[in-house]
């Protein structure tokens, strides 16, 4: 008995203290301290944007202009791009139906323009290219896949098939090289010796080899592997330099399989580049969690992916310490989004709140990641709307104004990038994080997080002035608001994710 009050002590002091922060030193000021001289590591961190293709990005939409508009401003390196593949196929795969003795299929008009605005919004800047889904052709198929006609149609089955059609799997890279080569190298050659002139002649600087190929066709880490050496190999001789992403794994934290065989080289043909990996990462709450609950469970779920981060570097580093890791689908959902597929979904609008609690949960991941050296965060995503993910959307989905998930992302963005110090940190309380980092500039700052929705008062030990950047629920999905500091005080608003840079 006395052991187990023994026990019950500490949880009881962890839901007074963190909990019900409000309980918390009587309205003390939570203390905020960097130490600058005790350097973490040099971040390599790119924080960046999952750009997919929905009706939010088509020509003709109101929201058209602001998204890409805003991807613009925002100047990112390591933008993905994954092409509408099964959910929109006509905007993701190329080549709808088999080649016959006469004819092709091949019809690129609905890919380029997006692929096209992608491109002169991002001016040049690094993008990791995706067009995610193999054509359902490609599988055996006890019946075929019926693409909808009218290409702004979902359709949520066209991603059918586990066994593809051609054992030596010579049939997809095939497909992704004369893709590859219509961007590339200006056109291609088609299965009946036929020229595709396209005119383009674009930089692709890393390709992911399929997204998510764990759900999409439920594709054993042997399988995935020997897929992704054919493509590889075939890419490699229409665009030589560029690099590529492997796994783009849904659940790392249910698939170690997927990353120990992957990542082991044996596993591969001699000569196959493993330059990055990547994989996703949701916070979704129970469907009869409160609002008031949901912080609680984002961040707890954050912390879980945090620590299965470091155990899938640790496979990385034993295998292949060259490779890099991109994160490149991170957010948060909400759990209705989950019956969007079902003929009698009905939209439930989603409260303001709700953004800036995403926005605070990427914050901090983004944070977590810097300092486990991840290369590139990447904040989903762009387009979304009511029947495609709508809690996942960084814009309005009618107007293509940013919404405080976006702010966040740009704040981030404009004040911390790969070849910042980033120094150990810490804070009073348990519900705020804190990570300070030194730019290459020299200036000093600091990334606050707001865990809750409560407004704090925050002491920054060692401050004497500076400046203050900050989304949260009063800024909503305005920019972020800014103001000058004095002394060592400052107030939050909830779920903030703030910026404070101090006078060198």
């Not at 044996?266 to 990547?278: E, N, Q, V």
């Not at 950047?469 to 305005?478: C, K, P, Q, R, W």
Request: include cysteine; glycine fraction near 8%.
């Amino acid at each position: 008995m006395r052991r187990r009050a023994i026990a019950i002590l500490p949880l009881a002091a962890f839901f007074v203290f963190t909990i019900f922060p409000t309980l918390r030193a009587q309205g003390q000021p939570v203390e905020v301290k960097a130490h600058w001289d005790q350097v973490v590591r040099v971040s390599k961190t790119s924080p960046s944007i999952m750009l997919g293709s929905g009706p939010g990005v088509w020509r003709g939409s109101p929201a058209h202009d602001p998204i890409f508009q805003s991807i613009k401003d925002l100047g990112a390196d390591d933008v993905r791009y994954a092409g509408g593949g099964y959910v929109f196929p006509h905007y993701g795969v190329a080549e709808l139906a088999p080649p016959t003795a006469t004819t092709t299929s091949w019809d690129f008009s609905y890919l380029d323009p997006v692929m096209e605005d992608t491109m002169n919004a991002l001016q040049g800047h690094p993008m990791v290219l995706n067009f995610t889904t193999i054509p359902a052709w490609m599988f055996k198929q006890t019946e075929p896949v019926h693409y909808p006609e009218d290409p702004t149609k979902v359709c949520w089955e066209c991603s059918r098939g586990k066994e593809l059609r051609d054992p030596t799997y010579g049939e997809v890279a095939d497909y992704y090289s004369r893709v590859v080569s219509w961007y590339v190298k200006g056109g291609f050659t088609d299965e009946l010796g036929k020229w595709h002139a396209s005119g383009h002649h674009y930089k692709i600087d890393y390709w992911e080899v399929f997204n998510e190929p764990d759900l999409e066709h439920g594709l054993t880490p042997e399988t995935y592997t020997k897929l992704y050496d054919a493509v590889v190999e075939a890419i490699h001789k229409v665009s030589p330099n560029t690099k590529f992403v492997g796994i783009s794994d849904s659940y790392a934290g249910g698939h170690p399989d997927f990353f120990m065989y992957f990542l082991n080289p044996r596993h591969h043909k001699p000569g196959i580049p493993l330059d990055m990996i990547s994989y996703h990462f949701y916070a979704v709450p129970g469907t009869d969690e409160s609002p008031e609950i949901q912080p609680i469970t984002y961040f707890y779920q954050a912390d879980r992916f945090l620590e299965i981060v470091g155990y899938i570097e640790a496979i990385r580093k034993e295998f292949t310490p060259k490779t890099g890791t991109m994160i490149n689908e991170m957010g948060t959902m909400l759990p209705e989004d989950w019956a969007q597929a079902k003929p009698d979904y009905v939209f439930k609008p989603i409260r303001p709140s709700y953004w800036n609690l995403s926005a605070a949960t990427f914050a901090y991941v983004y944070a977590g990641l810097a300092t486990r050296g991840i290369d590139a965060v990447n904040e989903s995503g762009v387009p979304s709307g009511p029947g495609m993910w709508p809690s996942i959307a960084m814009h309005n989905w009618d107007t293509g104004q940013p919404n405080a998930r976006f702010w966040a992302l740009k704040l981030i963005h404009d004040n911390f990038r790969p070849g910042d110090k980033i120094v150990n940190s810490e804070s009073s309380s348990g519900t705020v994080m804190t990570q300070g980092y030194v730019t290459a500039s020299g200036e000093r700052k600091i990334l606050i997080v707001n865990k809750r929705d409560n407004e704090i008062s925050l002491k920054l030990t060692g401050a004497r002035g500076g400046k203050l950047e900050v989304v949260d629920l009063t800024t909503a999905s305005n920019p972020p608001a800014s103001c000058k500091i004095e002394g060592q005080s400052i107030k939050l608003g909830g779920l903030a994710v703030a910026v404070v840079t101090l006078p060198k």
